[in-house]
């Protein structure tokens, strides 16, 4: 075969450096010869750059040899990663293999941290191959003159596509592949993922029109890596507590190990839990000062990259970090995982497993720290699944008008475009794939007018059309703004930390620093901080000496347990209900399990358990479907409404992972809701619509719509809105549109979005199948029981009523002022 | 829409759902912190806001008027929510078409201008405290009594919190009467909320909704 010549120079130079091609590496190189798209499905550290950089250059090798002239110069190829942090690692392999090719090609990164003066030395004269992410690629769309940058670009490598297809970001990658395609029709399209449950829908998002039968190749490492999981026990399972989230009293458990490890890293879910785990480790093992580190995503760029080199270089014994330090570069000093609380998902687990034990062969170990005690038994849900690799899937965005609003403007304030031709473009996205022509002709309009509700404003009529028919920007303020809110990353305000001497720490909600007054103290990134002055959107810190200080609560999600993580949960109890102990966290857990079937149930997987209870509190309802937060959010205001529209009554919800709690302050007339079918399915869209507050949620999600759009300007940098500003003028956008253009696409999304991503209808409805074809077993109780402990003490609460307010204020006492 | 009767000094007040009070003998409407041109301002600082929402609030105080068949408007304070903006010009036309109707205004902190720019749109501007009869009245709660006079303010924006069994709880704007001193509701509907203090004996009447409440 004529590719034969090309990979035998591969494996030459792999040769002489001591290597041999995995064959998934062959395999790669060889389709990528053939001109194939594809995708190359293996883990970080497995060698997958090389299957895609090496057969980059193998094929200009043959093109030179093909042509008696030398090719032109130009940018060849690009390899998009979603990670900054990532593209130093690439750029070194790269340029390794470009040199030890005998080529004399430039591997150049190109990403916000780039200098301008690099950036337009770089538009001048390309480098050969340019790593950069999907926000840095839209922002060269948005120059005059892109197409000539690209004109010789012949192959793309978008590495991580698993991380960016799950999100916006995926989108907008999709919209730069369609661009790229559209400038050459002959491009390559290449991605890299790691295992997830959809691989196939993962590859036709990728290639969108390029998905044609025989044009593409999946190639996959053989995934053998061994991953041994380990629970934490607490000595007596009897005193360990019900509820909590922190697992600070499991400490004395984790330091042992840090101290026989060369180096740990230990894996929180939030970043106050992370500072809160640094500070009480450095209590109890003063020792470890100076060693230890901490890392999530509050802390400045500096201090993290400097904790990402010692870990690198093996000058850390630990590291306390979020999922922060779930993507990166392989730390090869790391032995031991640490992770604190439920990871909530085995695609995460196993990923942060898999950031130790990268020597060929070796296992990796990851520890589990369960925060209360009924959470031990996910210990053995995780061990499970892991074993047989149930993984999660990424479900792509469709439709994101937001993103395509912000495209469409980058390509008019560059060199504008001709519908005609960038309409069939969009159509060939996996995203956009159905889109209509009548809301392709919404956007138009939006873009140019500003649509039916604000087309009185002239901010809004972004884009012009010339006689010819193009679309395009030349007001400069508008492209000047446009290019500062590229992206689709829409962050909280941040307040940046600083010594008063000057030193950036990192950054803070707005929302915590506004509850402090100068001379507080507060603990971030593992120091104590006085809090000394604030000006614009800075806050002057020095360091205290006090030992206690508040921490930073960051406004987060909470993330909910996936649907495989729930399946296995429902099988973990019904191992316990078969007696089959052989699981040692279950072994660990029946005297819990003992008492809650004691007292209550402990449902097997054809039951489904309610449990009834009155306290001076109130009366207690609770339903545990075990599906996660984000299915109880929904299903728990479906079954309020529907009782409350047999009695007038107003409920308190809360949720955990395993089930969720409808307290009110009158009985809650269960027998007959349940013989009026409350779990029921008939008329489930209509009653969804009718209990959870969709219109708040909505307005939430159109915050972020509103942003990506370019609805909301955040400012120019270092003169940001206040996040109060922010929030306000985007209810007042989401009322203006709810009022005035209901029809408008940008609302109707941010719906959809909650309904498919924060209630997940789909699941909603699978669970309500489940739970009608089990047995409902009621369980009237005298008190709480280890199951529904955990989620009666929870204060974060949602609200439902259907009785008239003003009866409900009539109830209700003047609450005392602290 | 209930407005709720309630007697103070003798005199007839009637406490409106939408965050003004009517007082009866002097056929006179009150209304604190307007804030208008709020959502303006949003813009004026380089936030795009579209304005159809200042809009409202001149909409609900005609109803007022006519709903009361209103002599004088007394504002206390906060009337604009910052420098001259479209609002201005709107409050300005909208007073224009009540020659009949008094309107005072009593300064507060937003509004920072010179007396004059007010006078010129038809306002009779009064610096606090402004006494009348048995009350007195200022935008800022004066900090002392006055001389056995019953002071009503505005500028905190007054509101309380609830609860009650079964984890009940929620917050709601309200009208506050001490000793002493009476507190306004914010009547613009884009503002933020100033959690009171409640003492023994002091009456509190929340909104809710359509309706005015007193809580026990």
């Known amino acids: 075969m004529a590719n034969e010549k090309y990979i035998k120079k591969g494996k030459a130079w792999f040769k002489e450096k001591g290597w041999k091609a995995f064959p998934f590496q062959l395999q790669a190189w060889e389709a990528m010869l053939d001109g194939q798209h594809g995708l190359v499905n293996a883990p970080t550290g497995s060698g997958k750059t090389y299957s895609l950089f090496v057969p980059i250059l193998l094929d200009y090798l043959r093109e030179v040899d093909q042509n008696k002239k030398k090719p032109k110069k130009g940018l060849k190829a690009i390899w998009i990663t979603p990670l900054r942090a990532l593209a130093k690692e690439i750029q070194i392999a790269g340029q390794r293999a470009v040199d030890g090719m005998g080529l004399d090609w430039k591997v150049e990164i190109r990403t916000g941290d780039t200098s301008s003066s690099v950036k337009s030395r770089q538009f001048r004269s390309p480098p050969e191959v340019l790593i950069t992410t999907p926000e840095s690629l839209h922002v060269l769309l948005a120059r005059k003159k892109y197409p000539d940058f690209f004109s010789q670009t012949k192959t793309i490598v978008v590495d991580e596509w698993h991380e960016l297809m799950g999100s916006k970001r995926g989108v907008q990658m999709e919209l730069g592949l369609s661009r790229l395609k559209g400038l050459n029709p002959d491009l390559k399209v290449w991605g890299i993922s790691a295992t997830i449950g959809n691989m196939d829908q993962a590859i036709e998002a990728l290639l969108g029109s390029s998905f044609e039968a025989g044009k593409f190749e999946i190639i996959s490492s053989a995934d053998n890596k061994k991953i041994e999981v380990e629970t934490i026990f607490p000595d007596e399972i009897e005193t360990y507590p019900w509820s909590g989230h922190l697992g600070i009293a499991l400490l004395d458990k984790v330091v042992p190990l840090i101290k026989k490890s060369q180096s740990t890293l230990i894996f929180t879910n939030t970043r106050a839990q992370c500072e809160i785990w640094y500070q009480k480790l450095l209590e109890v093992e003063p020792d470890l000062a100076g060693i230890m580190a901490m890392h999530h995503s509050s802390i400045s760029r500096d201090l993290r990259d400097w904790v990402e080199e010692a870990l690198h270089d093996g000058r850390l014994k630990a590291v306390v970090c979020t999922s922060s330090l779930d993507l990166g570069v392989d730390f090869r000093p790391v032995e031991t995982i640490v992770q604190i609380g439920s990871p909530k998902g085995v695609a995460r687990f196993m990923q942060r497993a898999g950031r130790s034990g990268h020597q060929p062969g070796a296992v990796s170990k990851i520890h589990f720290v369960p925060t209360h005690s009924l959470e031990i038994i996910e210990g053995a849900a995780l061990r499970t699944s892991v074993e047989r690799r149930t993984i999660e899937s990424r479900i792509p965005f469709l439709l994101s008008f937001d993103v395509l609003i912000q495209y469409l403007v980058t390509l008019a304030i560059s060199e504008g475009f001709y519908p005609d031709e960038i309409y069939p473009e969009i159509k060939g996205t996996f995203a956009y794939q159905h889109i209509t022509d009548e809301e392709w002709i919404w956007l138009l309009d939006f873009v140019t007018t500003g649509g039916n509700a604000l087309y009185a404003y002239d901010e809004y009529k972004k884009v012009e059309v010339d006689e010819g028919g193009k679309f395009i920007v030349t007001d400069k303020g508008i492209a000047r703004r446009h290019r500062l809110s590229m992206g689709t990353i829409v962050s909280d305000v941040a307040i940046t930390v600083k010594f008063v001497r000057g030193g950036r720490i990192g950054t803070i909600e707005e929302y915590f620093i506004s509850q402090l007054s100068p001379g507080d103290t507060f603990w971030f990134a593992g120091r104590a901080l006085e809090l000394v002055r604030v000006r614009e959107m800075t806050a002057q810190v020095r360091k205290s000496k006090k030992k206690t200080g508040k921490v930073p609560a960051w406004l987060g999600g909470r993330l909910s347990f996936t649907s495989e993580l729930s399946d296995m949960l429902r099988e973990k109890m019904q191992v316990y209900v078969d007696q089959d102990y052989s699981d040692p966290e279950i072994n660990t857990l029946r005297p819990l399990l003992d008492l809650q079937h004691y007292e209550s149930l402990v449902p097997s997987k054809n039951e489904f358990l309610i449990e009834y209870f009155q306290d001076r509190e109130g009366y207690h309802l609770l339903m545990y479907p075990f599906e996660g937060r984000y299915v109880h959010e929904g299903i728990s205001a479906l079954i309020a409404w529907r009782i409350s529209q047999i009695k007038a009554l107003s409920f308190s919800i809360a949720m955990n992972d395993y089930g969720f709690e409808l307290l009110a302050d009158k009985e809650i007339p269960i027998n007959e809701a349940l013989d009026e079918g409350v779990l029921s399915l008939d008329n489930l869209s209509k009653d969804i619509q009718a209990s959870v507050n969709s219109v708040e949620m909505a307005k939430r999600r159109f915050r972020d719509i509103a942003s990506i759009s370019g609805l909301i300007f955040r400012g120019f940098p270092g003169k940001e809105m206040k996040s109060k500003h922010l929030q306000s003028s985007s209810q007042l956008f989401f009322q203006v549109f709810s009022d005035y253009e209901p029809n408008n696409l940008l609302l109707r999304q941010a719906y959809d979005e909650v309904m498919n991503f924060q209630l997940e209808e789909g699941r909603l409805r699978k669970a309500l199948e489940r739970i009608n074809e089990q047995e409902i077993r009621l369980s009237m109780t005298e008190r709480p029981t280890p199951f529904s402990f955990p989620i009666i003490t929870d204060r974060l609460r949602e609200r439902l009523s259907s009785e008239k307010l003003q009866d409900r204020i009539r109830r209700m006492k003047l609450k005392l002022q602290r | ?216």
């Open chain 2, 1 to 216: 829409m209930n407005s709720l009767q309630f007697s103070l000094n003798r005199q007839t007040f009637h406490l409106h759902p939408h965050r003004a009070i009517y007082w009866e003998e002097k056929k006179t409407l009150l209304v604190a912190d307007l804030h208008l041109g709020k959502a303006r301002h949003f813009r004026r600082a380089g936030l795009a806001v579209p304005i159809a929402v200042s809009e409202k609030n001149i909409e609900i105080l005609q109803s007022l008027i006519s709903e009361f068949q209103t002599e004088r408007l007394l504002i206390l304070g906060d009337l604009f929510h910052s420098s001259r903006n479209h609002a201005w010009d709107q409050f300005k036309d909208w007073l224009a078409g009540h020659p009949k109707m008094k309107a005072v205004l009593i300064p507060g902190n937003h509004d920072f201008h010179q007396k004059e720019a007010y006078e010129t749109m038809g306002l009779i501007v009064e610096e606090e405290p402004y006494v009348e009869g048995e009350f007195v009245f200022s935008h800022i709660p004066i900090k002392e009594p006055m001389e056995e006079k019953y002071n009503l303010a505005g500028h905190i924006h007054p509101a309380v919190r609830l609860s009650g069994d079964g984890r009940q709880s929620m917050s709601l704007p309200c009208f506050y009467f001490g000793e002493w001193q009476g507190l306004l509701p914010a009547f613009g509907k884009f503002t933020g909320n100033g959690y009171i203090e409640v003492c023994q004996g002091d009456r509190v009447f929340v909104i809710a909704e359509d309706e005015v409440l007193e809580i026990e």
